[in-house]
């Protein structure tokens, strides 16, 4: 059976591949959140011995600990919560895990047609900064955040739009390199 020619377009193929990539990661961190949580249709086993999730969150929290620690202030975490003596309690629930953010990040770059190597290095990097980057703004948010003053701005919704810029310019750098450096980019 011959393929249809719009399958044979790199940016057609490029596009599809980064749909369905992104709707697998993106589902996916749904799915087994709701079966490491329990109730409804929760998995004992998943949730005691496979849940990245959990470790993200405490690494993430673990990581804010330190540096709230570095910088002078009584910190420590439940699991859950990040508490600074005299500034508060700052719940770290899934929606703060930037695992959306990743799952863009990770569909976009393993779909994008470049070198293995190429596509690894950037994609760790990209994952990593992501994560240091809401390590900050758990530590900024423990220190100065007030629910009390600031029950207009949504802090998730500035750091995933000053997310969403930073990997959009570092992937636009990366594709204008990757392409230089594989002479694709005459062909645009």
Not at 30 to 52: C, D, K, S, V, W
Not at 81 to 98: F, Q
Request: with cysteine.
């Amino acid at each position: 059976m011959k393929r249809p020619a719009f399958f044979n377009n790199p940016a057609t193929r490029f596009m599809l591949l980064f749909v369905l990539l992104f709707a697998v990661f993106y589902s996916f961190n749904i799915i087994f959140f709701g079966i490491t949580t329990p109730g409804g249709n929760y998995n004992p086993f998943l949730a005691e011995h496979l849940n990245y999730i959990a470790v993200l969150r405490q690494a993430l929290l673990d990581c804010s600990v330190m540096i709230l620690k570095w910088l002078g202030y009584a910190a420590i975490d439940n699991n859950y919560e990040l508490l600074v003596a005299g500034k508060g309690t700052l719940a770290i629930v899934y929606s703060c895990l930037g695992l959306g953010l990743i799952s863009f990040f990770s569909a976009f770059v393993l779909a994008y047609p470049s070198p293995l190597r190429s596509k690894l290095i950037f994609l760790i990097s990209g994952i990593l900064v992501i994560e240091f980057l809401n390590v900050m703004r758990f530590v900024l948010l423990a220190i100065f955040w007030s629910k009390k003053a600031n029950r207009i701005v949504d802090h998730h919704t500035i750091f995933n739009i000053i997310l969403y810029i930073i990997i959009a310019l570092s992937l636009y750098i990366w594709i204008k390199r990757n392409d230089k450096l594989t002479g694709t980019d005459a062909q645009n």
